[in-house]
């Protein structure tokens, strides 16, 4: 296996051979070093959707296994979610008329793990942003796998959402005193899975699931952000790939996503098992600019610890450090486990002078 990413971690350098790349570089990086990795399957995440040139290069010269970049550019607009009749909050293409005291939110249209999301101030909004209106409630994700011809509700997440922490009291994520940091209060700091859901409830996400999959084309795993009231949900976006939530799934026992994800493809069918546990994950974001000082073992007593960077790796304020994944039998346990994490990526960084 060949991977290639930002970050370059431990646990990546572990299970593949790996090659960092530089930001300044990003994305058109990974087409060019597609190109000499040819005929291997590609697979991509984390904010590439956003980029559908680059993931039609990608796909020249190794089979594309994700969904395509016509299924972007149609996933990816602000009325996606409308256009195809589900609930989602009001929203605005030019801020004529809409509020400024803040229950309306300012979204970048190539957006990714709430980076660059802001209260809408009136300031002016340029092509590569709309608004939003906000919505309250708990922050969650569905997860589901396009096959060719149905979609498979694989299950729901909470999310912890920047500086809401929701029930973790001991910050994953903190509050950044500085706005010129990236959207801080809304960047997605980890959650839990499976939630429970009724009958109702999973029919509801199963028939957005596959209205979304043959309005667009979608293959593959993808996810659909949200906010939840009791049995009440508003979509907010769609995320055309593999998501951040979908490994909670795979420690909670219910199989490889992986695996399930080329299934959709060319692998062989996948039978999820019912969750044995619940799984949680808390990223863990820099507070101010340090250094990592001791390597972050794999696994620590009831903890794992993954994105481990390497000892000497340097932060500036913002930045993700390492994400801590634990599990229990209650979201209190998973709770308890995820803090001890936290404490102990801490106190592994050093402040820089």
Same mark, same amino acid.
């Given at each position: 296996?060949?991977? @290639?990413?930002?970050?370059? /971690?431990?646990?990546?350098?572990?299970?593949? %051979?790996?090659?960092?790349?530089?930001?300044?570089?990003?994305?058109?990086?990974?087409?060019?070093?597609?190109?000499?990795?040819?005929?291997?399957?590609?697979? +991509?995440?984390?904010?590439?959707?956003? +980029?559908?040139?680059?993931?039609?290069?990608?796909?020249?010269?190794?089979?594309?296994?994700?969904?395509?970049?016509?299924?972007?550019?149609?996933?990816?607009?602000?009325?996606?979610?409308?256009?195809?009749?589900?609930?989602?909050?009001?929203?605005?293409?030019?801020?004529?008329?809409? =509020?400024?005291?803040?229950?309306?939110? %300012?979204? =970048?249209?190539?957006?990714?793990?709430?980076?660059?999301?802001?209260?809408? *101030?009136?300031?002016?909004?340029?092509?590569?942003?709309?608004?939003?209106?906000?919505?309250?409630?708990?922050?969650?994700?569905?997860?589901?796998?396009?096959?060719?011809?149905?979609?498979?509700?694989?299950?729901?997440?909470?999310?912890?959402?920047?500086?809401?922490?929701?029930?973790?009291?001991?910050?994953?994520?903190?509050?950044?005193?500085?706005?010129?940091?990236?959207?801080?209060?809304?960047? +997605?700091?980890?959650?839990?899975?499976?939630?429970?859901? *009724?009958?109702?409830?999973?029919? !509801?996400?199963?028939?957005?699931?596959?209205? !979304?999959?043959?309005? &667009?084309? !979608?293959?593959?795993?993808?996810?659909?952000?949200?906010?939840?009231?009791?049995?009440?949900?508003?979509?907010?976006?769609?995320?055309?790939?593999?998501?951040?939530?979908?490994?909670?799934?795979?420690?909670?026992?219910?199989?490889?996503?992986?695996?399930?994800?080329?299934?959709? &493809?060319?692998? =062989?069918?996948?039978?999820?098992?019912?969750?044995? @546990?619940?799984?949680?994950?808390?990223?863990? +974001?820099?507070?101010?600019?340090?250094?990592?000082?001791?390597?972050? *073992?794999?696994?620590?007593?009831?903890?794992? &610890?993954? /994105?481990?960077?390497?000892?000497?790796?340097?932060?500036?304020?913002?930045?993700?450090?390492?994400?801590?994944?634990?599990?229990?039998?209650?979201?209190? %346990?998973? %709770?308890?486990?995820?803090?001890?994490?936290?404490?102990?990526?801490?106190?592994?960084?050093?402040?820089?002078?």
């Amino acid at each position: 296996m060949r991977a @290639c990413d930002l970050f370059g /971690d431990e646990d990546l350098r572990d299970i593949a %051979e790996t090659r960092r790349v530089s930001p300044a570089k990003y994305p058109e990086i990974f087409a060019e070093i597609a190109e000499k990795w040819p005929s291997i399957p590609r697979v +991509y995440t984390g904010g590439l959707e956003n +980029y559908p040139d680059v993931v039609e290069r990608l796909a020249r010269t190794g089979s594309l296994w994700g969904c395509s970049p016509e299924s972007l550019r149609a996933t990816r607009t602000p009325t996606a979610l409308r256009d195809c009749g589900l609930e989602t909050p009001a929203s605005s293409l030019d801020g004529v008329g809409v =509020p400024t005291d803040g229950s309306w939110l %300012e979204k =970048p249209t190539k957006g990714s793990g709430g980076r660059g999301i802001k209260p809408w *101030t009136g300031a002016g909004l340029n092509g590569e942003c709309f608004l939003q209106l906000r919505v309250e409630g708990e922050p969650v994700s569905a997860s589901i796998l396009a096959l060719e011809d149905r979609a498979l509700l694989i299950g729901a997440a909470s999310q912890f959402i920047g500086d809401s922490r929701l029930s973790l009291r001991e910050s994953a994520f903190v509050r950044m005193a500085n706005d010129d940091i990236d959207a801080s209060p809304f960047a +997605y700091a980890g959650g839990m899975a499976p939630l429970t859901l *009724t009958s109702q409830m999973r029919e !509801l996400l199963l028939q957005t699931g596959e209205t !979304l999959r043959r309005r &667009f084309g !979608l293959r593959g795993l993808f996810g659909v952000d949200g906010v939840r009231k009791g049995d009440e949900w508003s979509f907010l976006e769609i995320n055309p790939r593999p998501t951040s939530s979908m490994e909670l799934f795979e420690i909670a026992g219910m199989g490889s996503m992986f695996a399930l994800h080329h299934s959709a &493809f060319d692998g =062989p069918s996948i039978q999820l098992r019912p969750p044995n @546990c619940i799984a949680g994950k808390a990223i863990v +974001y820099a507070t101010e600019s340090c250094r990592m000082t001791s390597q972050l *073992t794999a696994t620590i007593r009831e903890m794992r &610890f993954a /994105d481990r960077p390497v000892v000497g790796t340097e932060f500036q304020t913002g930045d993700p450090v390492a994400t801590v994944l634990a599990s229990g039998i209650s979201m209190e %346990e998973v %709770e308890g486990n995820l803090h001890r994490g936290i404490r102990t990526i801490r106190e592994r960084l050093l402040p820089r002078c």
